[in-house]
């Protein structure tokens, strides 16, 4: 059953490449760093969109779009936001090419030069807050929850396909509110639908926690996020929740009349999760024979596959096999009937293996004849012949409990993967062996944090929001700490 | 009931500018030429989004996402296509940004220049093109039928809102085929999928046809397109569907393997339809009180409205409004209940018919009493006091009747302004006096095409795909004409 793939515990990296490229997932494009999103891929990116932006909705946010470019004055506004961002993008300089005098093909016409730079947006604060200003008034106009599907680029110089890409796709939540209060109230429920989704629809266990100082968004008080494992023992940041406090609204001077007349600053948040998520899918749950997908977020969960012998299907078989699609298909499960004459059983069972179809129907002659038929499971690699009887109910109770098995077994391998480190000796030795999540003291200053990831190349990738506070002593400065943090290395 | 719209007849580009602030679709960015859409905005695309969408898939395509940038040389690649996308690009030549040395802030870091620009996409013909190269190797991998949702760049001097933007959101439809029959199919299926949306959906009556040279997609061998009348008598091309022939392929060099073994060019085609609907939806139908949204497509189809006395809601109101709430709701209808006591009735009813709702329901104390309430429809601006029993039936027949209407109107508006003119005084008569689309004859050339955009400002919309067939002479030049086209000023 070999597709070629390298194995997760030889070659990790490679084996994830591979992957993502033999599924049809994605692949490099000609313009260094963006990827092309393929079909297959695509439709789990729509799974995954879909999925979300109802919570949004249901969480009272609503959609809208703006500009794709910022001037470049207003990424200055804001102070760390620009040191943040400005390294790393896309910077229109011109508006028109026209043919070259020379001969030489088409060039850039010098005469078109913009009286002020562009930049393609690596996240949308600053046009955003610029427009609210004139969005909000008064307490009435708020809060204001607003929410933009769109691509955005940051010019990564190392790049991965979904994980770390020049474009990629993303959802930008942007909202204003009067209290603090309130807003660190939004900024944490929408950690909580992140990590709601990752656990629910992606069946990714994901920890909840706020960052460090050095790990916070570029203009932020304090960011929330959620981070997963993957199986290779490195963490995964799958979504971030932005508590912005009151410094976009004074970069951009947005101001509310208050219900009692006086005139103060709006409070900010801002969070998005990206195509990344579909980067995490593949690594927390897939194995060496391809990906393996949650039932909830897979394009097609169940495929039926006839075993024909020689050309053509038998009617008898044609008329089993499209009374169990039409069947399946009034429980609202998608499915796929793959009687293509041009590829045998055994290819197919291979393909489908390898783009990670949860539940698999093979149907032979023999099965027409004694009403069976051949169910098989992708998480499990398990099949067992059943009578096709009511199949359509067994189905759909096999989908919630590869559902909640894949969840299970993430959650498993997270929680053997989670170790505590109480010196820095120990520390090392489990960053080396085992990988995983580290808990350990930290003496809370930057420096200690920035000394351990020079050593050990690993991050704190949160503070838990639940964390148990306890004495102890930072693992490398002996310092006193109220709480072990939570330290990996991550993508 | 003034909303401070000026009137259509008096300024009706005043009119269409006021009316997308006003009723909160969509206003301009601080970045030129890019507009932000609004939630209300955004929510009807949503709908144009979701309902085209579901046809794409219903006749087998698939999404997918392609890059935004191209790379320079791309574009040069197909010649007429460059001519007639380089004039008006936007092109990124940095990829990051500095610290001025000498203080002056925040500029382009001119060591960071990429070795070739890159275009943000106006099209992605040549993008997508280059990597179906890669994609097709046999017959076996034809027809590929890929959509992608996007937003795209061409550098316009003169914007208006939805209607002409630099950027703008759409879809674009890139397939591949096998022979050139098949090809031109596609192109008449998809210029057909457009024509039903337009018609069912947006109740918006639209002519099929086929574009002259002149206005033909650059890099198309022909561009079938959808052309809709605005209530000012100006034509709005809606959406267009291209046949491209081979040119792309062999601009690519995409061949594939027959059945039989050779090895050919591949057939392409290309289609699209944008933001640019929206303005076409608010200027087919919306009238001077503000807009009239088709119930497909209207972001909330029924809001109730209760008639208060006082503060606050009596208990009885309060249990009536939620019933019918609740039956509408078990209907498929989307409704809003405007309970805020912050507003009064007439506020609100000034606030929907602004808004084009299809349906208000008011409920006084009266109603409580007699079990009765006031409907009102936003098309004909009538409304009557019915039984408030089975009220949820009334409404879902009145949704229909409403949508039936709209297209009625429409399509009566567009016969009523439709003429046939047989000489050029005939024709300039009635472009000056009456507008709309004329049907008159042509000799078939661009040159003649040229004069009569020249001399009156219209061009040839369309060649009529069911166009009846009849000799006759140019009203320009004379010659003899096969057939007559349809002619109009056009945005």
Not at 38 to 53: A, F, H, R, T, V
Not at 191 to 206: K, L
Not at 249 to 255: I, Q
Not at 359 to 373: C, F, K, N, S, W
Request: charged share 30%; with cysteine; net charge negative.
């Amino acid at each position: 059953m070999s597709k070629g793939l390298p194995k997760r515990s030889e070659d990790y990296a490679g084996w994830y490449n591979e992957l993502v490229k033999k599924a049809d997932l994605a692949e490099n494009s000609p313009v260094r760093g963006c990827m092309v999103i393929k079909p297959y891929g695509y439709s789990i990116w729509e799974k995954i969109q879909s999925g979300l932006d109802k919570m949004f909705k249901d969480t009272g946010h609503t959609n809208a779009y703006f500009p794709l470019f910022i001037p470049k004055s207003y990424l200055s506004k804001e102070a760390d936001h620009v040191e943040g961002f400005a390294k790393e993008c896309a910077v229109v300089t011109h508006y028109r090419l026209k043919n070259d005098e020379n001969g030489k093909g088409i060039v850039v016409d010098p005469e078109a030069r913009l009286e002020e730079e562009l930049i393609v947006r690596p996240t949308s604060e600053t046009v955003i807050w610029s427009t609210y200003k004139n969005w909000i008034q008064s307490y009435r106009d708020l809060p204001l929850l607003i929410n933009q599907w769109a691509n955005v680029v940051r010019w990564e110089m190392r790049t991965r396909l979904f994980l770390r890409t020049a474009e990629f796709l993303w959802q930008e939540g942007h909202t204003a509110h009067a209290t603090r209060e309130e807003a660190v109230e939004e900024t944490i429920r929408m950690m909580n639908v992140y990590a709601e989704f990752a656990e629910q629809h992606m069946a990714m266990p994901v920890l909840k926690g706020v960052k460090t100082e050095s790990e916070r968004f570029a203009g932020a008080v304090d960011t929330y996020c959620i981070e997963a494992l993957m199986q290779d023992g490195r963490a995964l940041q799958a979504g971030t929740s932005h508590f912005l406090g009151q410094n976009f609204a004074k970069a951009f001077d947005v101001k509310f009349a208050t219900q009692e007349g006086s005139l103060e600053y709006v409070w900010g948040t801002s969070w998005g999760a990206s195509t990344r998520l579909v980067g995490g899918l593949i690594m927390a749950h897939s194995d060496d024979n391809g990906l393996v997908l949650p039932p909830r977020l897979a394009p097609i969960q169940v495929v039926i596959v006839p075993i024909m012998k020689g050309k053509g299907m038998e009617p008898e078989m044609l008329e089993m096999a499209n009374k169990i699609l039409n069947a399946l298909r009034e429980k609202g499960i998608t499915v796929k009937f793959d009687d293509r004459d041009t590829h045998k059983p055994g290819w197919k069972f291979a393909e489908y293996e390898l783009k990670g179809v949860p539940v698999r129907l093979a149907l032979g002659p023999r099965d027409v004849e004694q009403g069976t038929i051949e169910i098989a499971r992708r998480d499990t690699l398990t099949k067992e012949t059943v009578s096709a009887e009511g199949i359509e109910k067994r189905v759909k109770d096999l989908l919630d409990e590869i559902q909640n098995n894949i969840y299970q077994k993430a959650l498993k391998f997270r929680e053997d993967s989670t170790h505590e480190a109480n010196s820095l000796e120990e520390f090392t030795e489990i960053l080396e062996n085992k990988g995983g999540f580290v808990k350990a003291h930290w003496d809370g200053t930057a420096e200690t944090e920035a000394k351990i990831k020079e050593m050990t190349k690993a991050t704190i990738r949160c503070i838990p929001i639940d964390n148990t506070l306890e004495e102890g002593k930072c693992i490398l400065t002996g310092k006193p700490s109220k709480q072990k943090v939570i330290f990996a290395k991550a993508y």
